[in-house]
Nanobody, 126 residues
Framework: QAQLVESGGGSVQAGGSLSLSCAASGYTYSRNCMAWFRQAPGKEREGVAGIGSDGRTNYADSVKGRFTISKDNTKNTLYLLMNSLKPEDTGMYYC????????????????????WGQGTQVTVSS
């Protein structure tokens, strides 16, 4: 049974930075698509960034140039470095795992993901 545990959320002023982590266990970490999603109050969950089995990454247009997704296969941990944060980045952030290999990045459609963490809250004030 895959388990994903996020950490690192918090409150920050606009322009600040936060780094999220997602500790994974229960499966062969390196061979899966991984992604970060977020959900703002009253809105649908949306994909933020994905990373493929080959380490290639892709991002939602709203975060390109500000967020960086990475992973450490030796630590079974996924990361999301968020810079130049904006109030519209506020939301619950989730990491997700798709139980299939993927190359060239990871899809940002939540229906394709099998396992989810419990989420970590990010609040950006203006």
């Amino acid at each position: 049974q895959a388990q994903l545990v996020e950490s690192g959320g918090g409150s920050v002023q606009a322009g600040g930075s936060l780094s999220l982590s997602c500790a994974a266990s229960g499966y062969t970490y390196s061979r899966n698509c991984m992604a970060w999603f977020r959900q703002a109050p009253g809105k649908e969950r949306e994909g933020v960034a994905g990373i493929g089995s080959d380490g290639r990454t892709n991002y939602a247009d709203s975060v390109k140039g500000r967020f960086t997704i990475s992973k450490d296969n030796t630590k079974n941990t996924l990361y999301l470095l968020m810079n130049s944060l904006k109030p519209e980045d506020t939301g619950m952030y989730y990491c997700a795992r798709r139980s299939s290999n993927c190359l060239g990045g990871a899809p940002l459609a939540q229906s394709l993901y099998n396992d989810w963490g419990q989420g970590t809250q990010v609040t950006v004030s203006s």
